[in-house]
């Protein structure tokens, strides 16, 4: 029996996991009541700026967003999360457990390539069933690919709209204003009103590192303070061409450094996170170009455990040891 709180008048299917686990139609009655969709505010929430919420309001449901990662989150993440998962990872999990008794649903997409021609981590394909596994007796879950090798992202709201049982006509107007807002705001976030001075320093790291403000906002505030040039990677960057490098992120992280020159940058600043595969696959092949460069590169590796005061201490020590 379906475990869904939603009346079966509805007019259309949507393809949700129950608490069984297994992927099957139900019906959302959304014309008669706003439905509260709950958007973890980490992973897919910072490399999408703007586009879920958008488009839930647009077409008629509630988007609910859990609130910044604090200390909180943290606390609840090493409580609900498995223990060998990557920091997003966890905290993403600890998103989830807050909305869940707040919302009719959460929105976990299945990310399987977020660009044609290149792969998402394989975490990101299998956050629904282990959300499912973990949650889904709490609340409904709301799956949809996103798998730009298969299908634009256009098509995948398309999906969405569909399975929450909205018309096409509001479906399209939905989806342009969402992928417009989203553009928007990734201009606005990724393209700063000055250009650093050089030379610079770079801060590399995957977008729900580098945005969200608990794992990386103590370290782009200490940096702040010791150096008045700091460019933060921007996801807009270009892919590198003929790289061997598919994960989409990586690759583009990976370009970045390729265009580096030692005129126009003092250093490179990785942030990366414990248990994370393509950081440890990339770390050394970024040491190895950044060094052909003689620009010097430093990792930090964060963990529920990371204490700011010892992040400040190296990061000072990094830029000291430039100076001299
Ligand atoms: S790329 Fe790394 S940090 Fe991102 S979800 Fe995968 S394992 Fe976690």
């Known amino acids: 029996m379906c475990c869904c709180r939603f009346a079966p008048s509805a007019i259309d299917n949507l393809l949700c ?38 488009f839930f309001r647009e077409i008629g449901a509630e988007p609910i967003l859990s ?8 606390e609840r993440a090493v409580a609900v999360s498995e223990s060998e998962h990557c920091l ?16 009719d649903m959460v929105f976990v997409p299945r990310t399987i390539s977020m660009r044609k ?4 981590c394989p975490k990101l394909g299998a956050l629904p069933d282990a959300i499912s596994a973990d949650s889904s007796e709490r609340t409904d879950i709301l799956v949809v690919d996103i798998n730009e090798n298969k299908q634009s992202l256009e098509k995948s709201l398309w999906e969405i709209g569909r399975k929450l049982g909205a018309e096409a006509s509001l479906i399209r107007r939905a989806s342009q204003k969402a992928l417009a807002v989203m553009r928007t705001r990734r201009m606005a976030t990724e393209e700063p009103a000055f250009v650093p001075a050089v030379p610079r320093f ?15 906002g103590g370290i782009l505030k200490t940096l702040n303070r010791l150096v008045s040039n700091v460019e933060v990677m921007a996801f807009s960057e270009k892919m590198a061409p003929d790289s061997h490098i598919l994960w989409c992120t990586s690759n583009k992280m990976f370009h970045k450094i390729t265009g ?11 942030i990366a996170v414990f248990n994370c595969g393509c950081d440890s696959m990339m770390i050394e092949i970024f040491r190895s170009v950044l060094k052909k460069k003689r620009i010097p590169y430093m990792v930090l590796i964060l963990d529920e455990h990371s204490a700011q005061a010892g992040l400040d201490t190296r990061l000072e020590a990094f830029i000291d040891s430039i100076g001299w």
């Open 17 to 54: 996991l129950p608490s069984n686990g297994k992927m099957f139609p139900f019906t959302v009655l959304i014309k008669s009541r706003s439905k509260r969709i709950g958007i973890p505010r980490a992973l897919y929430f910072y490399t999408y700026p703007a586009l879920w919420e958008t």
């Open 117 to 120: 021609g290149y792969i998402a």
């Open 67 to 74: 609130n910044p990662t604090d200390i909180d989150t943290v």
């Open 88 to 103: 997003p990872n966890k905290l993403f999990d600890a998103h989830v457990a807050e909305l869940t008794e707040s919302v």
């Open 202 to 216: 770079l801060v590399l790291g995957h977008p729900y590192v580098l945005l969200d403000p608990y794992i990386s």
């Open 260 to 270: 580096l020159d030692q005129d126009t940058y003092a250093g490179v600043i990785q």
